[in-house]
Structure formats: C-alpha cells, structure tokens
C-alpha cells in the first residue's frame, strides 16, 4: 500500500523557517512534489523535484526542494515566510514525470498546516 506522510508543518512568525518532509513508502518515485491549499483557494504547485528541480515563481528563492532516495523522503525547506504562504501543504506523488498541474499526480499525502503570522 502506497502511502505518503508529511510532517514539519506549524506556526511561525514572518521570516522564520519551516522544513517540511513527505516520506513515501510503498514504492519508489520518479517525481515528487509540494502543493499548497490556502481556505477558499485553489490547490497550488509549490515545487517539485525529478531529475531537476522545479518552483512556483511565489517561493522561488525562498523554499529548497530536496529528497534522501536512501530514505523514499521529500523535504521543503521554507525560509523567509511570509503570511501569504500560510496554507495547508501538501506532498504529491508520481511514477512518470514532473508536472506543476496537481490533476497530474496520483498520490497524496494528508496536508499539513502552515500558519505565518504577521
């Protein structure tokens, strides 16, 4: 059974830092990605990772995707946050290519809560 947990998620001020991690288990994955959900939102791409590393222009600079392929583990390094980034993150999860559009990914994780205040 193919399953993906996130944890890091919390609160923390702006400029602060939050690392994130989504560890996969049940098979292997050529990409990975981070969305985010923010209330009355869309779900939105926030970087993804394959052969290359890929980023939303919002986070670009600010956030690091990375995995540990020893450990089936995706991380988010979330650095200057700002309130805006404040959402429920999401890791996703798929076998064949990198994508920024979340209908392209068949694994999800549950979330986890990002609050930035102000």
């Known amino acids: 059974q193919v399953q993906l947990v996130e944890s890091g998620g919390g609160l923390v001020q702006t400029g602060g830092s939050l690392r994130l991690s989504c560890a996969a288990s049940g098979r292997t994955f050529y990409a990975m990605g981070w969305f985010r959900q923010a209330p009355g939102k869309e779900r939105e791409f926030v970087a993804a990772i394959g052969d290359n590393t890929h980023y939303a222009d919002s986070v670009k600079g600010r956030f690091t995707i990375s995995r540990d392929n020893a450990k089936n583990t995706v991380y988010l390094q979330m650095n200057s946050l700002k309130p805006e980034d404040t959402a429920v993150y999401y890791c996703?999860?798929?076998?064949?290519?990198?994508?920024?559009?979340?209908?392209?990914?068949?694994?999800w994780g549950q979330g986890t809560q990002v609050t930035v205040s102000s």
């Open positions: 996703a999860a798929d076998g064949s290519y990198v994508s920024t559009d979340y209908l392209e990914y068949d694994y």
